[in-house]
């Protein structure tokens, strides 16, 4: 059974930075994982993802320059890790780690939360100005 379980969350004044972190487990080999957010009243949307082994990352427009995320699968155990610098009171939302067998590479879809069956319970940011 894949379980995700996240850490890192807090609230920080706008410019500062946050690390999340993920940890993953209960699926063999290679999967994709990625780091979504939602915000009071709107949907879930993708901020990076990462195929784990490799370097095809893709990340959200109003991140870019901002976020990194980075991977390590050593382990058993796969951590995925996001480091949020220069943040802004719009990245404040609910943050989830999410995993899927595979990733999708198309322009709509590399992003998309639908295409994620794992979820984590999620971890607070709150960006104040």
């Known amino acids: 059974q894949v379980q995700l379980v996240e850490s890192g969350g807090g609230s920080v004044q706008a410019g500062g930075s946050l690390r999340l972190s993920c940890v993953g487990s209960?699926?063999?080999?290679?999967?994709?994982m990625g780091w979504f957010r939602q915000a009071p009243g709107k949907e879930r949307e993708g901020v990076a993802r990462v195929y784990i082994g490799s370097e095809n990352i893709e990340y959200a427009d109003s991140v870019k320059g901002r976020f990194t995320i980075s991977q390590d699968y050593a382990n058993a155990k796969k951590t995925l890790t996001l480091e949020m610098n220069s943040l802004k009171p719009e990245d404040t939302a609910m943050y989830y780690c999410a995993a899927n067998a595979v990733c999708d590479y198309t322009e709509s879809g590399r992003l998309s939360p639908a295409n994620f069956a794992y979820w984590g319970q999620g971890t607070q940011v709150t960006v104040s100005s």
């Open positions: 209960g699926y063999p080999g290679r999967y994709c």
